[in-house]
């Protein structure tokens, strides 16, 4: 190295070529996934820290340490990453299946319009807003055996509306 032997330190690049290599078998031998990025990250914070370090013999030290604490937060994210990995997207449909669901959607409140109003209030109460059978007599002003009935009336008039557009 010739910034050492004639007693001033070395420069930056002397450093670099000098200990580059031995800082990238470092952080691999850390386990870092990527010992070249975590090896030019610590120089190119040296490099811009530097001027501030009160002993120019501290370079090496300083490099060192910061391949080991880069190290450490790089495994640290990874198992972090790894462990609130996001669920894979639902399997999109095609364009063709969105238009049948669509269409069917259409005939099924088509069919639910033409019911008569006690029973179409009953199933949409039922089984759009999800209400127990006293909720819906309640909201209708009925008994829950008529709560019964209309919702029975009311399926078995969409299943034959569905059945003969089908």
Not at 25 to 50: K, N, S, T
Not at 86 to 112: K, M, T
Request: with cysteine; charged share 30%.
């Amino acid at each position: 190295m010739p910034g050492v032997s004639s007693g001033t330190p070395p420069s930056f690049a002397e450093l670099f070529a000098a200990h580059h290599p031995s800082m990238v078998r470092l952080a691999g031998l850390l386990g870092a996934d990527d010992p070249e990025d975590i090896a030019q990250e610590a120089f190119a914070r040296l490099h811009a820290r530097r001027a501030r370090l009160r002993d120019d013999g501290a370079a090496v030290a300083y490099v060192r340490s910061t391949v080991c604490n880069l190290t450490r937060n790089r495994l640290r994210h990874l198992r972090l990453a790894r462990l609130r990995r996001p669920e894979p997207p639902p399997d999109a449909h095609s364009g063709e299946h969105l238009a049948l669901v669509a269409e069917r959607h259409r005939e099924l409140l088509a069919a639910v319009d033409r019911l008569p109003r006690r029973q179409r209030e009953a199933v949409v109460l039922r089984y759009w807003l999800d209400l127990s059978e006293r909720e819906i007599a309640d909201a209708m002003g009925v008994s829950p055996g008529s709560v019964k009935t209309h919702t029975s009336r009311g399926l078995a008039a969409l299943g034959r509306a569905l059945g003969e557009e089908s």
